[in-house]
């Protein structure tokens, strides 16, 4: 007895050794399912995924960043998240909530996605151009591609064609240009419009580029178009004109930022930091800034009303500046 008694022991001992070491093996792997194809892996794992949900009240489609355990399996994460719906009352979900995601694949430049449900669906619950914009996010992310989509459900196509758009949020008549945000009509998310702000039309030396940061921020300042149901991230009372005094940059990529002094009336810390990151998010393409500084009439600002720390400038994160984050931890 106690012989068998050590020997169970020993095999206790030895099973919980080789149980730690799967576990700990299993954190090291990226959360791939074993049939998704390469062209829909990120190269690098991930820990985070944009989601695009129509605004509540409004047509336009809202980013929201959710927070992943690190992973390659990206754009299935992502459908995923738009599956289930936003985080609250500031979007609305794409389709119906109770559908669920069967298989997604690549084939011929197109991304299939098979979903499956109880419940009868039709084109018409769907919206496509959230499906497209968050499988394209993931996409660009990866190599700088897009692609068309096709929706099945229950294994009958949605729609025949493959489906994509050439800008998010379009209102440039569909010329283009670039991408400026605003905030939601609650304040409570960024949003990107195209607006027809395009670097192509401007020299390319500096002069050029001067005249066009000098577009881009007076879009930025100035009201959105009416219908797309926004707002700009600016006080209230100040406009292109008379809040944006001056514009100035440097050979190490510094860019100031020259307001009125109505920017010391900001109403409090919430708009003071949809201000700046709406500011930075309007930047972040331009790939000639690379830190932003703020001035009131004329004199250099080291930090803002609310506690926005300015001093040695705001860096402008080209590929990892995060906003409208929903979730820490993937779940969430």
Known sequence: MKRLGKNLLLMALLLAVLVLAACGGDELQPNVRPEVTPDLLSYEPQ????VYFPAADSDVLVPLSYG???SRDTIWIALEKLLAGPADSFCRSALPLGVKLKDLYYDDGVVHISLKGDAPLSLDDVNLEAFYATVNDELLEQDDTTAAILLSYNDQMLFDEPYAFQYLNDYSDGQGGSYVYYTDSQAMYLVP???PVNRADYA????GLFAYLEALVAAWASPP???SGLYAAVPAGMTAKAGLLS????EDGAFTVDFSA???NIGGSSQERLLVNSLLATLINVDEVNRLYFRIDGKTVDMLPHGTDLSGGLPVEHDD???NQVGSLAGQ
């Open 47 to 50: 820990s985070s995924v944009t």
């Open 68 to 70: 992943i355990n690190s």
């Open 193 to 195: 419009l195209t607006l």
């Open 204 to 207: 390319a030396d500096d002069d």
């Open 225 to 227: 178009p009416e219908e």
């Open 247 to 250: 514009l100035h940059t440097e």
């Open 262 to 264: 109505g920017l010391l």
């Open 321 to 323: 500046f995060n906003f």
